[in-house]
């Protein structure tokens, strides 16, 4: 029966163990056929379809493993504890990681931030669609933007003005 072992997501190997093997000949034959570059912990546990094998489980075709080449995920026990208490499946542990949601860059504020609109050019930061204002979200940029408003508007005024012409009175 060939065994597939598999130690991370990039590195495996394969071993090869008898039909009537138990648990301990395999973990011997992963002990024994594991690359020269891969280190072995040596608390190491076999899972296979996400339960742990240990020496009770007896023969390997007891644990469901068919004469098919079958894949073993070779764990730690920190990893195997750590997955446990995370509540999440020891096989899929490794493969399957959550990406870490956006949320809005106000301080107290959990709402996923707008993407195009939400986005502060002035702080840097990307807001929900009740902070995306610079007044709502206390940008520091916004007294200076209420100056730069108020002298373009100034300017303006003063450009279009038009100025009295002065008769000579005689």
Avoid: W
């Amino acid at each position: 029966m060939r065994v597939n072992i598999r130690l991370t997501t990039e590195t495996s190997y394969v071993v090869t163990v008898d039909e009537n093997a138990t648990v301990e000949d395999l973990r011997a034959a992963a002990t024994a056929g594991c690359p020269s570059h891969s280190v072995l912990p040596e608390d190491f546990k076999l899972i296979f379809n996400g339960a742990k094998l240990d020496s009770s489980n007896g023969l390997l075709s007891d644990c469901g493993m068919s004469c098919n080449e079958t894949t073993v995920i070779l764990m730690s026990t920190s990893d195997v504890t750590a997955s446990a208490s995370t509540g999440t499946s020891v096989s899929s542990s490794s493969s399957h990681r959550k990406k870490k949601k956006s949320k809005c860059s106000f301080q107290l504020c959990s709402s996923t931030p707008l993407r195009i609109v939400g986005a502060c050019s002035h702080c840097s930061g990307n807001f929900c669609a009740k902070h995306r204002l610079l007044e709502d979200h206390l940008c520091i940029a916004l007294q200076r933007c209420k100056d730069a408003a108020h002298e373009k508007n100034a300017m303006k005024l003063q450009s279009e003005s038009t100025l009295r012409s002065q008769v000579a009175r005689v």
